[in-house]
């Protein structure tokens, strides 16, 4: 600027000045917009990249024997439960990394359950799970205890589960 017109050179800078004003002014607001437009929390990317589990988390859903009843979701699982415990089991230990809260009380797994109700208006699960508070809540269940082929022949004792309602 030192070699500038003096009336030249303060144009400059209130011209600069006025548009670094404005620069910061709209990365302000587009930060306070991206955080008001995106309520989910880190950990959510996890169940975006996972489509193939949003989809079968959601057949059992929509399911005749899911349900809700006083309180309680009734989850179908397929015979033996063994593929939705895996998946239990594996979100139980990666989900830590996003969010410590995963490590002891919270249920990744029941957390995404809920969230996907909470998305679907087809679940059998989705008023309830529109029901319940934003943040931690706990959450009681019930599964299938015996099958007759793919029927439902007995359910669990009820078991609580703390999860992340987002």
Do not use: C
């Amino acid at each position: 600027l030192y070699f500038l017109p003096k009336r030249f050179s303060s144009y400059l800078v209130l011209f600069l000045y006025d548009r670094m004003k404005t620069f910061i002014a709209i990365l302000i607001f587009d930060q306070l917009f991206t955080v008001a437009v995106s309520k989910n929390p880190p950990f959510h990317k996890a169940l975006v990249d996972s489509p193939s589990f949003v989809s079968f988390s959601y057949n059992d859903q929509i399911q005749l024997a899911s349900n809700v009843d006083n309180g309680v979701i009734y989850a179908y699982q397929q015979p033996g439960g063994e593929v939705e415990n895996g998946f239990g089991e594996l979100l139980k230990s990666l989900m830590s990394l996003y969010d410590e809260r995963f490590r002891d009380e919270i249920s990744p797994f029941w957390t995404f359950q809920i969230r996907i109700a909470r998305l679907n208006s087809g679940s059998r699960w989705h008023s309830y799970a529109k029901s319940l508070p934003l943040g931690v809540q706990t959450i009681r269940r019930r599964v299938p205890g015996g099958w007759f082929n793919t029927k439902v022949t007995s359910w669990s004792d009820i078991q609580p589960f703390k999860v992340i309602v987002y």
